[in-house]
């Protein structure tokens, strides 16, 4: 296929050059001054766009996709498909599907989990939205860019799911450390503390595959001086996403909201900034009951 990839960062990268490898025909965009191995690189968004018979982006917010959107779907050939990657609001994804769509191609809400070590081994998630005709067209690029991909449902599916999993990522996470941090005060040793709530109901992905104790469970970011991984910074991303979306749909989000609450204030205003969002252990050991 003739792929246009617009959004060539830590994601962006990796997946274009994956698709490269596999024998694509890829012409990217970026910004920024980058060199991506087997990838042509175009003057301009529209420049990669034109002629090819899938476009992905992988940016940074729902305000760039949709500037970009507007750059580049007058540019598409009529029956081409524009697949997003990027982590964004679901009004967003709503909205550039639809001007798509309005302007005759196939359009798929594409975002990814598995990080940047997900991208440049080709073993993303990919939570897809769209019509049946434009997640056929992309699925053959997200086997090769993934190793999961799930058709959520209609425009804006795939970010709905996006935002939900990490809302409850973050939620469970902050429930992980606090209670670590709990156990430690309580005298309870860290290994037998893991021991237990790993085969027990409290057991969870951030206990058992992430856990944020050092030295404890599989190997994670917390044997590393919490270095990301995961950012707490793009954590408070997707939680605020989450609670942008629980405004617009009217749902009733508390611990989402504290959530995001909690990742603000870590980040913003404590050292979180470029951790990752395990380091709310050492954020909470610190801590006393009144704070
Ligand atoms: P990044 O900042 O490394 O890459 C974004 C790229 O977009 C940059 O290279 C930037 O120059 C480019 N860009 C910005 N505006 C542009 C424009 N108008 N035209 C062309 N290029 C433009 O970010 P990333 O880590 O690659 O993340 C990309 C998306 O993937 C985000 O939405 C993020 O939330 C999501 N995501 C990231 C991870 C992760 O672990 N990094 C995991 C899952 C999802």
Redo the contacts with the bound molecule.
Sequence with gaps: MKIGF???????GPMAANLAKAGHDVTG????D?TIAGVKMAGS?AEAAKGADVVIT????GQ?LR??AADIIPAMDKGATFVD????DVDSARAVAQQAEEAGLLAVDA??????GGASGGTLTFMAGGSDAAFAKAKPLFDIMGQKAVHCGAAGAGQSAKICNNMILGVTMIATCEAFALADKLGLDRQKMFDVVSTSSGYSWTMNAYCPAPGVGPQSPADNDYKPG?AAD?ML??LRLSQQAAESADADTPMGALAQALYAQFVENEDGKGMDFSAMLPRFEKRGHSE
């Design positions: 617009i959004g060539l960062g830590n994601m962006g965009f970026d910004m920024a980058v968004a992988m940016l940074p917010n760039i500037a970009v990657c990027s982590t964004v975002p990814v989990s598995g990080g940047t995961f793009l991303k997707d």
